[in-house]
């Protein structure tokens, strides 16, 4: 493959990237407004810095400690050089190239199906894109990574990214769950596999020891509205001295199937059912061991989830007596599913003539 080579001046580097001239200057004490990329989500980190903000009822809101004492800074792509500087014949310089491989993400994006398709791309329950070989740049663009001059608040806010299932697959409208559902279900809810959340990330333990412990969920899935569309969801569970908070946020895995669920995989499920008495619980703890419900979860608002909260004391994780009900955030981005929405899931389909 031939390689693109752009050598670095010592005031200043341009970057030809996707037919996007990208240009830094790096004298000191310049006005921070002097280029796009200094108001992308990359540099300025500002999707987290938002999500976790009291203002939009984040985290913060139990923790009381500001953004700027987390010491979240290594989230922050501060030069070119942390995707596109390359060493050759013992001086760096800038390749567009080295930026489009996938280590230049990995190294902040640890994406598991990723590295599971690269072991085995004929496993059946690889991601269908990983397995063919595709890399992030054939579906992100260059706008994404780079930012266009708009200091977007996250990644899920409009207009953020450019990826959409519709630009590689243009036949979507020919797609029988499309049409029954009008599109308003994205095609990620029948998509993908599964999405990972994070369980009881134990705060202090980030606090005292800037370490972050928590405990993952696997094989269930939650659903939301984001952008006028029934979106997968995860979750996050937060405690923070005996404090506890839960965030659900649309979310994409990168662990796409060809085929897609089944109608009953979603509508007029026993956990819907008992998701209508009261009696639905997401996670139990039996003998030290948290183990949670399997299958596709809708998120209701004011539902009472019934989570189990933990302490993690010396190693060890240890069920708090009596938390208090846990305030709920929905990211900013998304909302439940409405009292119809939920009626029309639960209600046995009519069998197919």
């Not at 923790?63 to 989230?75: N, Q, R, S, V």
């Not at 269908?128 to 266009?148: N, T, Y």
């Not at 972050?212 to 979106?231: A, D, Q, R």
């Not at 979750?235 to 796409?256: C, D, E, G, K, W």
Request: net charge positive; aromatic share 8%.
């Amino acid at each position: 493959m031939k390689r693109t080579i752009l050598t670095a001046g010592p005031f200043s580097a341009m970057i030809l990237f996707g037919g996007v001239i990208f240009l830094q200057a790096q004298n000191q004490g310049r006005d921070s407004n002097s280029n796009f990329y200094e108001k992308s989500l990359h540099y300025t980190n500002k999707g987290l810095e938002y999500w976790y903000s009291k203002a939009n009822g984040g985290l913060e809101r139990i923790t009381g400690i500001p953004f700027a004492k987390l010491g979240c800074d290594g989230c922050h792509v501060r030069t070119c050089d942390t995707c596109h500087v390359l060493e050759v014949d013992g001086k760096p310089v800038y390749s567009s190239d080295r930026a489009k491989i996938e280590t230049a993400c990995e190294k902040c994006h640890e994406i598991e199906s990723q590295a599971l398709a690269r072991k085995n791309p004929g496993d059946g329950t690889a991601d269908v894109h990983f397995a063919r070989g595709m890399k992030c740049m054939d579906c992100h663009s260059a706008r994404e990574i780079h930012g266009d001059g708009t200091p977007y608040d996250s990644m899920q806010a409009a207009g953020a990214m450019d990826v959409r299932c519709e630009k590689c697959h243009a036949d979507l409208a020919k797609c029988p769950s499309s049409a029954t559902h009008k599109g308003k279900l994205d095609c990620s809810a029948c998509h993908v596999r599964d999405i990972p959340s994070c369980y009881n990330c134990h705060f202090d333990t980030k606090v005292s020891e800037k370490k972050s412990v928590s405990l993952p969920l696997k094989n269930v899935m939650f659903l939301i509205n984001h952008e006028g569309k029934v979106t997968p969801a995860n979750l996050h569970t937060f405690v923070y001295q005996n404090r506890t908070m839960v965030v659900f946020a649309p979310s994409f895995s990168h662990l796409i199937m060809k085929e897609g669920r089944k109608c009953v995989d979603c509508h007029a499920t026993a956990l819907l059912q008992e998701m209508k008495t009261g009696a639905f619980k997401p996670v139990v703890w039996e003998k030290n061991e948290l183990k949670s419900a399997s299958g596709i979860i809708p998120v209701l608002d004011g539902f009472k989830w019934n989570f189990v909260f933990l302490n993690y004391l010396k190693g060890r994780w240890m069920p708090i007596e009596k938390p208090a009900e846990p305030l709920v955030n929905y990211s900013g981005f998304s909302a439940p599913i409405t009292k119809e929405q939920f009626a029309r899931l639960a209600k046995p389909q009519s069998p197919k003539p």
